[in-house]
T-cell receptor, first 112, second 112 residues
Framework: QQQVKQSPQSLIVQKGGISIINCAYE??????FPWYQQFPGKGPALLIA?????SEKKEGRFTISFNKSAKQFSLHIMDSQPGDSATYFC???????????FGGGTRLMVKP | DAGVIQSPRHEVTEMGQEVTLRCKPI?????LFWYRQTMMRGLELLIY????????DSGMPEDRFSAKMPNASFSTLKIQPSEPRDSAVYFC??????????FGSGTQLSVL
């Protein structure tokens, strides 16, 4: 019930392309869905987050799409750049951020 | 602010030894989290504190693990005795009454 499933595990995209990472959840009590970005040797850092009352949120080249009925959400990275190469984690929470459940992570590589 | 500070960055120890990981949260934050990251299990929440009080330790793997937060600016995670399966990256994170978690750079623990 707490699980968040993330796909794909790894992704290779050409510079300028669109990177798409998907997540699905089961627990309908989740009400906060953040994405974290992690570079090697560093801790995860909050990238963008959405609440289920909206279907889309955009910040620069990063967009979250949320489908409440399907219990799915995704991260789109437009005009992907080599500097975007990192591991991305989706997460979900129902307790004001105190019980984040993370997906398994997606290792993104953007080729020049 | 320097962010969440963890020490040591790397720890190599032998099975059976006691290991102590340290964390200094961001000043003013009132929630502190300990996470463990492994390839097999991803990011797992071990325990979280609110206003220095442990709120949920259901993620602590077993009695060999213990965590303390004696004051608002310091927390420790102790493993005694350590085992090879405890090898992982341990992250500390903090937040202030909200959902944006700030992670430290982690402690890479290797138990031989």
């Amino acid at each position: 019930q707490q699980q968040v499933k993330q796909s794909p595990q790894s992704l290779i995209v050409q510079k300028g392309g669109i990177s798409i990472i998907n997540c699905a959840y089961e627990n309908t009590a989740f009400d906060y869905f953040p994405w974290y970005q992690q570079f090697p040797g560093k801790g995860p850092a909050l990238l963008i987050a959405i609440r289920p009352d909206v279907s889309e949120k955009k910040e620069g080249r990063f967009t979250i799409s949320f489908n409440k009925s399907a219990k799915q959400f995704s991260l789109h990275i437009m005009d992907s750049q080599p500097g975007d190469s990192a591991t991305y984690f989706c997460a979900a929470d129902y307790n004001a951020g105190n019980m984040l459940t993370f997906g398994g992570g997606t290792r993104l590589m953007v080729k020049p | 602010d320097a962010g969440v500070i963890q020490s040591p960055r790397h720890e190599v120890t032998e099975m059976g030894q006691e290991v102590t990981l340290r964390c200094k949260p961001i000043s003013g934050h009132n929630s502190l989290f300990w996470y463990r990251q492994t390839m097999m299990r991803g990011l797992e929440l071990l325990i979280y504190f609110n206003n220095n009080v442990p709120i949920d330790d259901s993620g602590m793997p077993e009695d060999r693990f213990s965590a303390k937060m004696p004051n608002a600016s310091f927390s420790t995670l102790k493993i005694q005795p350590s085992e090879p399966r405890d090898s992982a990256v341990y992250f500390c994170a903090s937040s202030f009454e909200g959902r944006k978690l700030f992670f430290g750079s982690g402690t890479q623990l290797s138990v031989l």
